[in-house]
């Protein structure tokens, strides 16, 4: 099984890439969104934010800001993004919602935040155009508590061999022409970068789109992997 080998410092080549792509893209992502998700998504975000604790909650790849509308006026949250053009548009509808949230911008691979930071870290539809996801899922690590937790929502890889493969195939096409790569095996990624994965419950597309509850792993040692059929 191929895995992704986290390279422990940032490729700078590949992230300015992507961050140069996600900026052109800010300018009609939720419009992209609402076309590709309609309304079935608000079931789904509701479903993360339910999963979320508090008080402190860090959001990677807030995006233009989706989940503003759902979150918890109890918690702290901060949210960051690699993108400066996404964090204009996050920063217009928190003002527009008005929602109090500390934005910042980010890179998940190096977050410029302390150790232990956070009880909660949420993510969704992030991992799926991380330059390093191993590396990006070890800061995440880094910076939650020891009794916190990582809450996911992504799309990955099927676990069924021929559309697996089939979607190896189309990849390139894709993140050519949208960004976002759709043969991401995050399970296996999640594990590869020492964090234990408490649930992962299939919510759509037979099994891509995923929920996923994750923890620090024990000394955040590299955890054995296994084959993403789940």
């Known amino acids: 099984?191929?895995?992704?080998?986290?390279?422990?410092?940032?490729?700078s080549k590949k992230t300015a890439k992507a961050k140069a792509?996600?900026?052109?893209?800010?300018?009609?992502?939720?419009?992209?969104?609402?076309?590709?998700?309609?309304?079935?998504?608000?079931?789904?975000?509701?479903?993360?934010?339910?999963?979320?604790?508090?008080?402190?909650?860090?959001?990677?790849g807030v995006g233009t800001g989706r989940s503003f509308p759902f979150y918890p006026d109890s918690l702290d949250i901060t949210a960051v993004d690699f993108s400066s053009g996404m964090l204009v548009r996050a920063k217009q509808k928190a003002h527009q919602l008005g929602r109090s949230v500390s934005?910042?911008?980010?890179?998940?691979?190096?977050?410029?935040?302390?150790?232990?930071?956070?009880?909660?870290?949420?993510?969704?539809?992030?991992?799926?155009?991380?330059?390093?996801?191993?590396?990006?899922?070890?800061?995440?690590?880094?910076v939650l508590q020891p009794g916190g937790r990582l809450v996911v929502l992504e799309h990955m890889r099927h676990s069924n061999k021929v559309v697996g493969k089939v979607m190896d195939l189309v990849n390139p096409l894709v993140v050519w022409l949208s960004g976002p790569a759709i043969n991401r095996r995050t399970l296996?990624?999640?594990?590869?970068?020492?964090?234990?994965?408490?649930?992962?419950?299939?919510?759509?597309?037979?099994?891509?789109?995923?929920?996923?509850?994750?923890?620090?792993?024990?000394?955040?040692?590299?955890?054995?992997?296994?084959?993403?059929?789940?």
């Open 103 to 142: 934005l910042k911008q980010m890179d998940v691979q190096k977050l410029d935040f302390a150790d232990n930071s956070f009880d909660t870290v949420v993510a969704s539809c992030v991992f799926c155009s991380v330059p390093d996801p191993v590396l990006g899922f070890q800061e995440i690590q880094r």
């Open 1 to 11: 099984m191929k895995t992704v080998e986290p390279s422990g410092v940032i490729d």
């Open 188 to 230: 296996d990624n999640i594990r590869q970068a020492g964090m234990e994965i408490e649930a992962a419950e299939n919510l759509a597309l037979g099994g891509i789109l995923k929920l996923i509850i994750a923890k620090p792993g024990k000394n955040g040692r590299q955890l054995s992997l296994d084959t993403e059929t789940r």
């Open 21 to 60: 792509k996600w900026d052109r893209s800010s300018r009609f992502y939720d419009l992209m969104s609402r076309f590709m998700e309609g309304k079935r998504s608000r079931k789904w975000f509701v479903k993360l934010w339910s999963n979320v604790k508090g008080p402190q909650v860090l959001e990677v």
